[in-house]
């Protein structure tokens, strides 16, 4: 795909950038492991309005970060290993965004996972999830060269 700026290689980030990062995975795994999130199953039963932890998991993520993102983007600080401005980042509701939402929303249904549940259910082995990573990365990619091949 072009190099239209859509993923970042991280060139000229602070050298503790990259293992933050890694930590943050670390914590956000660990986080879908203990509350259940990254069994296929709870996630659709979930979905089938029959256990609604998910819910209360999600709206406890909510709880927590939300606040620090409104105060963070209200700070006119830099984050200190990127030095980049903290401030809002809004999506216009658009076609691209009602589509991508129905699209997220029908393999979220087949696959029984979102992507971030789906790479912690394979820590705790759940290995034919591997396929549908091996998918979201496969309609990924195909979206991207969809998007190349037939933008302006």
């Known amino acids: ?3 239209n700026g859509h993923a ?7 050298p503790l950038f990259m293992p933050l990062v890694f930590v943050g995975g670390l914590v956000f795994g660990a986080g879908l492991a203990v ?4 069994r296929p199953e709870v996630v659709l039963d979930f979905l089938q309005f029959e256990d609604f ?3 209360f998991v999600m709206g406890g993520a909510a709880l927590v ?3 620090v993102f409104h105060l963070a983007t209200r700070s006119g ?3 200190p290993l990127t030095e980049r401005v903290y401030e809002l980042r809004r999506k216009t509701l658009d076609s691209n965004v009602l589509l991508g939402g129905v699209v997220f929303g029908v393999g979220w249904g087949i696959s029984g996972i979102c992507p971030g549940a789906a790479y912690a ?3 705790i082995g759940n290995w034919p999830i591997l396929a549908g990573i091996a998918g979201m990365f496969v309609g990924a990619y195909g979206q991207g060269i969809a998007r190349d091949r037939f933008s302006d």
Do not use: E, N, Q, W
């Open 8 to 14: 970042d290689d991280g060139g000229g980030r602070h």
């Open 1 to 3: 795909m072009s190099g």
């Open 53 to 55: 932890g998910l819910l």
């Open 77 to 79: 600080k830099r984050a």
């Open 121 to 123: 259910s394979v820590g």
């Open 65 to 67: 970060a939300g606040p």
């Open 35 to 38: 509350s259940r999130m990254a």
